[in-house]
Structure formats: C-alpha cells, structure tokens
C-alpha cells in the first residue's frame, strides 16, 4: 500500500481527470510514473500525489482545477534543472509535450512553448540568422529560464531575457487560460516575469529576438596555477570593458571522465568565458591582456556563429548530483579576489567543482524599457556562483564549506541573491525574499493575494499572499 497522499483522493477522481486530459496521469507505482519526473541536479527526488504530463493547455487547466478542488499545491516542472522544495504531495505538472517554437526572423519575435529547451531555440535561430538572451545551459527550457529574469552570455549589452518578453499564456489558479501583456493585465505582466512559478503555469511567452548571427568569443582554459593571476587581471579588466563584452571566470577542478577533454582532467583550470557583440578584431583586442598571463591548455576564443552559443560555457548536459550556492557583490576587489582562492584555488583542498565569477552591469543593472519583477539590478557588479559534486551523505559537509567562502565575500556582498541562482536550500520564505528589494517583494505578495489567494502556486521559492 502507498504511504503516499495520493491514497487519499478518491481513485473516481484519478479517473475523471485521466478522462478529461490528453497527456498521462500516473500516481506513485504506476508504470512511468519516474519516468515522467526527470532531474538534472540527481539530489532531487520528485515524490507527487499526482503527475499530470501536459500535453496542451487544456491539460493544464484541468490539472490545476483538480488542485483546487482537492487543495492540493502545485508544482511545475520542464527540463528537471529547477529544485527548490519537496514536491511531496503535490500535483505536478510536466511541460515537456509543449514543443511549439516559432521565430520571425522578419518581425524578430519568437513564440516558445513550455517544453522547449534553448538548444532546440538556438539551432533554428541559427539557421535564421538571429539570436536571442538564452543562458549559458543549452539544456534548461527556454519558459523556465526566462521566468527566473535569464542572464545569459549577451546580459551586459541587452539585459535579462526577462526584459524583452511581450507577452505569456498562462494559467493561473483559477484554472483559466489567459494571454497576459502590458495591456491586458499590467500588474500580473510584471509579476510574472521574475517571479518564476509563482502565478501561474506559463503555457508560452512571446519575446523579441536580436540580430547575433555571429559574435566573438569561446573559452580559454588556463592552467590552475594561473588561477590568481587570471581572477585579479578579470578583476581589472571589468572595470572599463564595453557593454558589448560579456564574460566570467570560472576555476573548475574536473574529473577524470570521457566527457571532459583529456588535457583537462583531474586538474583545477581557469576557464576565461567571453562573448562580445562587436568585431573580431575588437575582440582580439580586448581579450589579449589575458593571453599575456602565460599559455593555456586551450584557446577557443574567436569568431563564432550563435548556433555554437553554448561553446562559451561548455556546461555539462548529463544530470549530476550537485549543490550550490551563490552570492551577489557590489565589487570585486583585490581582497574578494583572494578570499575565493583561498577556498577554491591552487592550495584549496576543496570539494567544489565550480566557482564562477561572472560580470554583471551595463544593461543588467538598468531599469529595462518595460519593467518587471527581476530584482537587485543597480548595486550588483558581479555574481559568484558555486557548485560541490557528491551524494547525500556529503550534503552538509559541502553546503558547509560553499557557506564559508560565501560568509568570506560577506563585506563586499549585497546581501541579496538573483532567483535563478537560488536553490534548494535557498527556499525559505525569508530566503526567497533576498531576490527582490522589499518593494518590490511587497508588490508581489499583493499580487499573489489577488490571483493566488490560496497559495495554489507554493512548490517553488514562494511569494506567499499579502
């Protein structure tokens, strides 16, 4: 016998809503019930009363009714990458059957479905000769991404993908379908666009794409004893490059496995990550006070079409068992610079497989030309972001030390954090909050108050009712 909360709904119930949608719906035991619930990041384990695989929008609308009507949260999920809280209990709906992708190379808009993931996206806007603010993961779906603000390789010239969406289809707790704009529902417009999950399932969103058929740029791997020198040169070298110039520094030590190149493995490097949206020789120019640090192992920086956007991180695309940290700095200066090494350079024994410090500012720290809910943008400079690889047992131990290296960057941190780098552990209310200024959160539990009074929407880092 289940020990699941889905013993308690009626099986007539169960079989009324397998009646009225199109897609599967599966309780814990029925065949493909794991199978319909996929993570990236292997510590999370999905564990929902009911799993309704959307196939259309009208499954959605049923699936949240049947919430309703059994008070019962919702959670959402697309590409597995997202974990915030347990989803025990809930009625979880998968988007992955929502593959629509349409682009007006003409018009530069896009249209995109909740299933489709930014490699699906940039393999045909390559082929249309434009691009669009996709991240740095070709595997996360594109709704997700976007929902959570969206800083991708192009942020500092045009802003978070979150800024130039024109309008989303989503279902909201009422289980109505609506097509919400700046128009139509002004409030619910702004909310939705950095708030991720919590108003609605977005069915679509329509957003404009840009013209980066090609740019300058890729990855320099700097051998791991370069690591200091690289992270101080990065350090000067973001204080006057153009917005044009996007780029990070990330100190991998990657494992011994036949997904990693062979001069790369079992070694901490230095990865350089450029994408710069002006001329290659510009380009070169810019980039050559870091080729002067010493030889790397690889260099991989130069002219590139969009269709090989996803060389500049080269994010690994099989699910791991990872947790993660982040933190926003108003600065980087010489002393953050050594407090990060001391945790993850050259003489670290460190457990992390990542520390990225990635430029912010330019556009990104502007109020965009439609505003919405992403927050903390005009204080921030930089985000530092960390990944630990290991299983349950190892959970506390490296959430221990990824805090450390965080509370070593505290007197040059905002104290706030950026929703799409917040995870499992950032899901406390009151950890939640640290992704918007309080004005902004105000306005958002207001908001939730008027659409989701029940707090339907509460599986995610969640914006309760005011």
Same mark, same amino acid.
């Given at each position: 016998?289940?020990?699941?909360?889905?013993?308690?709904?009626?099986?007539?119930? @169960?079989?009324?809503?397998?009646?009225?949608?199109?897609?599967?719906?599966?309780?814990?035991?029925d %065949?493909?019930y794991?199978?319909?619930?996929p993570?990236y990041?292997?510590?999370?384990?999905?564990t929902?009363?009911?799993?309704?695989?959307?196939a259309?929008?009208?499954?959605?609308?049923?699936?949240?009714?049947?919430?309703?009507?059994?008070?019962?949260?919702?959670?959402?999920?697309?590409?597995g990458?997202?974990?915030?809280v347990s989803?025990?209990?809930?009625?979880l @709906?998968?988007?992955?059957?929502?593959?629509?992708?349409?682009?007006?190379?003409n018009?530069?808009?896009?249209r995109?479905?909740?299933?489709? *993931?930014?490699?699906?996206?940039?393999?045909?806007?390559?082929?249309?000769?434009?691009?669009?603010?996709?991240g740095?993961? /070709?595997?996360?779906?594109?709704?997700?991404?976007?929902?959570?603000?969206?800083?991708?390789?192009f942020?500092?010239?045009?802003? !978070?993908?979150?800024?130039?969406?024109?309008?989303?289809?989503?279902?909201?707790?009422?289980?109505?379908?609506?097509?919400?704009?700046?128009?139509?529902?002004?409030?619910?417009?702004?909310?939705?666009?950095?708030?991720?999950?919590?108003?609605?399932v977005?069915?679509?969103?329509?957003?404009?794409?840009?013209?980066?058929?090609?740019?300058y740029?890729?990855?320099?791997f700097f051998?791991?004893? +370069?690591?200091?020198?690289?992270?101080? *040169?990065?350090?000067?070298?973001?204080?006057?490059v153009?917005?044009?110039?996007?780029?990070?520094?990330?100190?991998?030590?990657?494992?011994a496995?036949?997904?990693?190149?062979?001069?790369?493995?079992?070694?901490?490097?230095?990865? +350089? *990550?450029?994408?710069? =949206?002006?001329?290659?020789?510009d380009?070169?120019?810019?980039?050559? /006070?870091?080729?002067?640090?010493?030889?790397?192992?690889?260099?991989?920086?130069?002219?590139?079409?969009?269709?090989?956007?996803?060389?500049v991180?080269?994010?690994?695309v099989? /699910?791991? /068992?990872? !947790? %993660?940290?982040?933190?926003?700095?108003?600065? =980087?200066?010489?002393?953050?610079?050594?407090?990060?090494?001391? !945790?993850?350079?050259?003489?670290?024994?460190?457990?992390?497989? =990542?520390?990225?410090?990635?430029?912010?500012?330019?556009?990104?720290?502007?109020?965009?030309?439609?505003p919405?809910?992403?927050?903390n943008?005009?204080?921030?400079? !930089?985000?530092?972001?960390?990944?630990?690889?290991?299983?349950?047992?190892?959970?506390?131990?490296?959430?221990?030390?990824?805090?450390?290296?965080?509370?070593?960057?505290?007197?040059?941190?905002?104290?706030?954090?950026?929703?799409?780098f917040?995870?499992a552990?950032?899901?406390?209310?009151e950890?939640a909050a640290?992704?918007?200024a309080?004005?902004v959160y105000?306005?958002?539990?207001? @908001?939730?108050?008027?659409?989701?009074?029940?707090?339907?929407?509460?599986?995610?880092?969640?914006?309760?009712?005011?």
């Open positions: 016998m289940s020990t699941f909360p889905s013993t308690a709904i009626p099986p007539a119930d @169960i079989a009324a809503l397998r009646a009225s949608v199109a897609g599967p719906v599966l309780q814990p035991g %065949e493909g794991a199978e319909e619930l993570a990041n292997l510590t999370a384990v999905h929902p009363a009911v799993v309704v695989g959307a259309n929008a009208e499954d959605i609308q049923w699936a949240v009714r049947f919430a309703a009507a059994h008070d019962l949260p919702i959670a959402i999920l697309g590409a990458h997202g974990t915030s989803s025990a209990g809930s009625v @709906i998968t988007t992955r059957r929502l593959t629509g992708l349409a682009i007006d190379e018009a530069m808009t896009a995109v479905e909740a299933g489709v *993931r930014w490699a699906e996206f940039i393999e045909l806007a390559g082929k249309l000769g434009v691009g669009a603010l996709n740095s993961s /070709p595997t996360v779906t594109v709704v997700s991404y976007t929902l959570g603000g969206g800083l991708g390789p942020g500092r010239k045009y802003g !978070y993908a979150a800024d130039h969406v024109t309008a989303l289809d989503v279902v909201t707790a009422d289980g109505q379908l609506r097509h919400v704009t700046a128009d139509s529902d002004p409030d619910l417009f702004w909310a939705l666009r950095g708030a991720k999950g919590n108003f609605g977005v069915v679509a969103i329509e957003f404009t794409v840009f013209p980066i058929a090609t740019f740029g890729g990855g320099i051998p791991g004893e +370069l690591a200091g020198e690289v992270l101080h *040169r990065f350090r000067e070298w973001t204080r006057d153009p917005e044009e110039m996007s780029a990070s520094v990330g100190l991998l030590h990657l494992p496995a036949p997904f990693v190149p062979e001069p790369l493995r079992d070694r901490l490097v230095a990865h +350089l *990550r450029i994408a710069y =949206l002006g001329s290659p020789a380009g070169e120019a810019l980039v050559a /006070p870091f080729r002067e640090l010493g030889t790397p192992i690889i260099d991989a920086v130069g002219p590139m079409p969009y269709a090989a956007v996803a060389a991180h080269n994010d690994p099989d /699910p791991l /068992p990872i !947790y %993660e940290h982040a933190a926003l700095l108003r600065e =980087l200066p010489a002393e953050a610079v050594e407090a990060i090494l001391r !945790y993850a350079g050259p003489e670290a024994d460190s457990p992390l497989v =990542l520390a990225e410090v990635r430029h912010l500012g330019g556009a990104l720290s502007r109020t965009p030309e439609s919405n809910a992403v927050g943008r005009d204080e921030t400079l !930089y985000n530092v972001f960390l990944v630990a690889a290991g299983g349950p047992p190892d959970a506390e131990a490296l959430h221990a030390y990824e805090q450390r290296l965080i509370d070593a960057l505290a007197p040059w941190s905002t104290g706030r954090r950026y929703l799409n917040m995870f552990a950032d899901a406390a209310p950890t640290l992704a918007y309080p004005g105000t306005r958002l539990a207001e @908001i939730k108050r008027r659409v989701d009074p029940a707090n339907l929407f509460r599986v995610n880092h969640n914006i309760p009712p005011a």
